[in-house]
């Protein structure tokens, strides 16, 4: 299968600065990718899907001014986490698709994010 | 958007016998359906699928068995192992080519006893 590579796994950062995630597919070409949210011992929440070179699509209650995510090449898209709360903490892993592989999507490994 | 609900949360089976788990979708546009297994602390990975003109799909341990008419799905796992033990999800997607969106249900985490 197909290799999603996120960094980093895991960040702690002080609550009001921002935190980058980059989500990248090392040996495909990403023509979609998923961004979820992970709450402990819960379900993977679908947060926004983003197509390369356009705006991403967000999902009903995700604020995009929060969640910056951006899709600039068909290899690399990032989630910029603004002005952290403690209550953004959570585990963000984020998927990736090439239509040649089907509709299979390829997760990456996650990232843990702790606010303080 | 879609809604899809997977039962049972919590699922305990002695080694060797079968584990069933179920989901329901809510959007009748959906034709593809992917079961992910999810082991502590590592990232979800897909096990099986079936597309909404198949009605059933086997692998080896692993079956899933697709009902559009009730607009539910369920996996099946014979003969489990403790390594089956792990947290397993479902999810629903339009699919096709331009199928962007893939929604999760809540998760059961199964836990087989040796």
């Known amino acids: 299968g197909a290799v999603v590579s996120q960094h980093p796994s895991w960040v702690i950062c002080k609550s009001g600065t921002s935190v980058k995630i980059e989500c990248r597919s090392l040996?495909?070409?990403?023509?979609?990718m998923f961004w979820y949210r992970q709450f402990p011992k819960q379900s993977l929440m679908l947060m926004a899907t983003?197509?390369?070179?356009?705006?991403?699509?967000?999902e009903q209650g995700v604020e995009k001014d929060k969640f910056l995510i951006n899709h600039a090449s068909l290899t690399l898209s990032t989630l910029t986490v603004t002005s952290a709360h403690p209550e953004d903490s959570s585990f963000y892993i984020c998927?990736?698709?090439?239509?040649?592989?089907?509709?299979?999507?390829?997760f990456g490994q996650g990232t843990r994010l702790t606010v303080v | 958007g879609e809604n899809v609900e997977q039962h049972p949360s919590t699922l305990s089976v002695q080694e060797g016998d079968s584990a069933v788990i179920k989901c329901t979708y809510s959007?009748?546009?959906?034709?593809?359906f992917p079961w992910y297994k999810q082991e502590l602390g590592k990232r979800p990975q897909l096990i099986i699928d079936?597309?909404?003109?198949?009605g059933e799909k086997k692998d080896q341990r692993i079956a899933v068995t697709l009902n559009k008419t009730a607009k539910h799905f369920s996996l099946h796992i014979t003969e489990t192992q403790p390594e089956d033990s792990a947290v397993y999800f479902c999810?629903?997607?339009?699919?096709?080519?331009?199928?962007?969106?893939?929604?999760f249900g809540t998760g059961t985490r199964l836990t087989v006893i040796p």
């Open positions: 998927s990736a698709r090439d239509l040649k592989w089907g509709t299979e999507a390829f």
């Open positions: 040996d495909f070409q990403a023509t979609t």
């Open positions: 983003s197509n390369e070179g356009s705006k991403a699509t967000y």
């Open positions: 959007d009748s546009a959906s034709n593809y």
């Open positions: 079936i597309r909404s003109n198949v």
């Open positions: 999810a629903a997607s339009t699919g096709g080519a331009g199928a962007n969106n893939l929604f």
